[in-house]
Nanobody
Framework: QLQLVESGGGLVQPGGSLRLSCAAS????????IGWFRQAPGKEREGVSC????????VYADSVKGRFTISIDNAKNTVYLQMNSLKPEDTAVYYC???????????????WGQGTQVTVSS
């Protein structure tokens, strides 16, 4: 069974850091595009970052550029999102997804995790 499972969310103070993990099972992440998306209450889901596992190329939303880093551990079949200098506006449920194209368009992703809550608050 194809599955993506996120972990690593939690409560952090502004300026703090978190690392989210997205573990894949039932398939290998090789040659997929992996995206991280987030959805805050009352807002639409937005793309945060994505990566092509084939060539390692990445895309970041302007709102997180320079603060977030996406990476992959092929041996663990896991993608990470390192989030630094967190702001209250980063508060959302974060989802990882797998698809064919390295784009920040949630409609083009086929497989989704269940999400993990990130709350940035003092």
């Amino acid at each position: 069974q194809l599955q993506l499972v996120e972990s690593g969310g939690g409560l952090v103070q502004p300026g703090g850091s978190l690392r989210l993990s997205c573990a894949a099972s039932g398939f290998t992440l090789d040659y997929y595009a992996i995206g991280w998306f987030r959805q805050a209450p009352g807002k639409e889901r937005e793309g945060v970052s994505c990566m092509s596992t084939g060539d390692g190329s990445t895309v970041y939303a302007d709102s997180v550029k320079g603060r977030f880093t996406i990476s992959i551990d092929n041996a663990k079949n896991t993608v990470y999102l390192q989030m630094n200098s967190l702001k209250p506006e980063d508060t959302a449920v974060y989802y990882c997804a797998a698809g064919a194209w390295r784009v920040l368009d949630s409609g083009l992703y086929d497989y989704w995790g269940q999400g993990t809550q990130v709350t940035v608050s003092s």
